[in-house]
């Protein structure tokens, strides 16, 4: 059982051995009846349902997590989402993530893109140091100068030094925000 956070579900479909798999745009409450219908027929060896979605409604989300802690027998799941944050931290909480992304890194931006909107998404996000890590070395690759790549090198020295977060990840934005 694992979330698979992707850009792109159909090959994660392709490379996978999943003998039951729901697709949706948005998952909703009837979808999840739908997964406990198959996830119920008996079977005497392990089989894996596959659930992807654009968009989970909160409301099915909370059917799916009792399905989610106590599976059927021989039963495993595999989620699929485009991001963490579409999921409730409850679900969560309660299976590993793994990221596979296929056509850009998923933090990946440009300088010229760094709005106050841009920094206010981002400080919502509550990103994990490996996250911010992953924002700094996008920026690295598109710094234009020794200034840019100053800032970038004391950030990762911060996050080292187990500075806030947040306030690293503004300081970067604000400084390049300020130069452009």
């Known amino acids: 059982m694992k979330i698979i956070i992707t850009d792109d579900f159909e090959k994660i479909l392709k490379e996978g051995d999943f003998d039951v798999s729901f697709l949706k745009d948005e998952f909703k409450v009837e979808d999840v009846e739908e997964v406990k219908k198959e996830a119920f027929i008996a079977e005497k060896n392990k089989k894996t349902i ?3 979605a ?6 099915a989300q909370n059917a799916l997590l009792k399905l989610l802690e106590e599976p059927p027998k ?3 799941f595999v989620l699929l989402a485009l991001s963490k944050y579409h999921l409730l931290d409850t679900i969560l909480s309660r299976l590993p993530v793994e990221k596979k992304f296929f056509n850009k890194d998923e933090n990946e931006l440009e300088i010229k893109s760094i709005t106050n909107d841009l920094i206010y998404e981002y400080l919502k996000k509550d990103l994990d140091k490996e996250e911010i890590k992953s924002v ?5 690759k ?3 100068n020794e200034e840019q790549l100053k800032i970038i090198n004391d950030a990762l020295l911060m996050l080292e030094f187990n500075i806030d977060k947040k306030a690293v990840i503004s300081m970067v934005f604000l400084a390049f925000k300020e130069r452009m």
């Open 136 to 140: 700094l070395k996008s920026l690295l």
């Open 50 to 52: 596959l659930i992807g």
């Open 74 to 76: 021989n039963i495993d």
């Open 142 to 144: 598109k710094a234009r």
């Open 54 to 59: 654009k968009k989970y409604n909160v409301f």
